[in-house]
């Protein structure tokens, strides 16, 4: 369902003398279906943002509303977003405290009170579609690779069946093949289900790689909101706030400006490619 931002601002300890400003007037609408990545220097205020979409956090000031309903209306319940708008931190850790995955996967639909035999299958059908395998179904999650504790904090949430994903940095400690690994799984979760997904990352390749649209978070501000290619043009100006663009960008702006006509706004490895061929069997 849709997600609209309106007006939205937050202080941290608004009533003291440290108050400080970490959401400024931060509008936004998040469509059904949309592959959202979020990016921002640390204390850009992304996972402020993140907080606010399942009511963790309440806005100072401004709405939110959800399927057309604002989730601060007294009437509200809180519990049925966050159930609607599910979130995986950055450390899945935080996220595991069962004595076996299987029962970790079922504490969230137990929760919704359902019966014995849905949790099961919730819990099933979620850690399937997240590849995890059977013979680790009743080992302890934190016995588990870096790599597999995230499928189960993910597994987790889906089995609540939200409407929307939020995930903070889920492969922050990953090595290359690992983060590719999840990142895949999540793109394929999203065309078999339709979900909403909103990636937080600090990989800039990850970003280009997946995400439809891309949101870049200043001191609490909207800085940019558009597509990858859009938005890496702005390179230098996302380098004056601390952040950069794909390898590949700084690299096709080396080769146009060394004679080679490479189409500079190529933001993945494989467009790279073909734009770089491209120009060489025309020279």
């Known amino acids: 369902m849709s997600i609209i931002i309106d007006h939205v601002n937050f202080v941290y300890g608004s009533d003291t003398p440290l108050a400080v400003k970490a959401l400024d007037d931060i509008n936004l609408v998040i469509n059904d279906g949309e592959f959202v990545g979020v990016i921002g220097h640390t204390g850009s205020g992304k996972s402020t943002l993140m907080q606010h979409l399942n009511g963790l956090l309440k806005a100072t000031s401004g709405t939110i509303y959800f399927d057309g309903q604002d989730i601060y209306d007294k009437d509200y319940k809180l519990k049925d977003l966050r159930s609607k708008v599910g979130l995986v931190f950055q450390y899945p850790e935080h996220q595991l405290f069962e004595t076996t995955v299987f029962d970790d996967v079922c504490y969230g639909p137990k929760n919704l009170g359902l019966d014995k035999k849905e949790i099961q299958l919730r819990a099933y059908d979620a850690l399937k579609k997240v590849g995890f395998p059977d013979e680790l179904f009743y080992n ?144």
Do not use: W
């Not at 089995?159 to 999840?182: F, N, Q, S, W």
């Not at 909207?222 to 601390?242: A, R, T």
């Open 140 to 283: 302890s999650p934190f016995d588990l690779s870096g790599g597999q504790k995230r499928r189960v904090a993910i597994a987790g949430v889906l089995a609540m069946h939200p409407e929307v994903l939020i995930l903070d940095e889920p492969t922050a400690g990953l090595d290359p093949k690992g983060r590719k690994d999840i990142l895949n799984m999540i793109k394929g979760l999203q065309k078999e289900t339709g979900l909403t997904i909103i990636l937080v990352s600090h990989s800039m390749e990850d970003v280009a790689e997946y995400v439809d649209r891309i949101l870049v978070l200043n001191k609490g501000k909207i800085m940019y909101n558009d597509v990858p290619k859009e938005v890496f043009k702005h390179y230098k100006e996302l380098e004056e706030v601390g952040l950069a663009a794909p390898q590949v960008t700084y690299t096709l702006n080396s080769l146009k400006e060394h004679g080679l006509c490479v189409d500079v706004n190529a933001t993945t490895i494989s467009e790279a490619v073909e734009t770089i061929m491209d120009a060489l069997s025309k020279r």
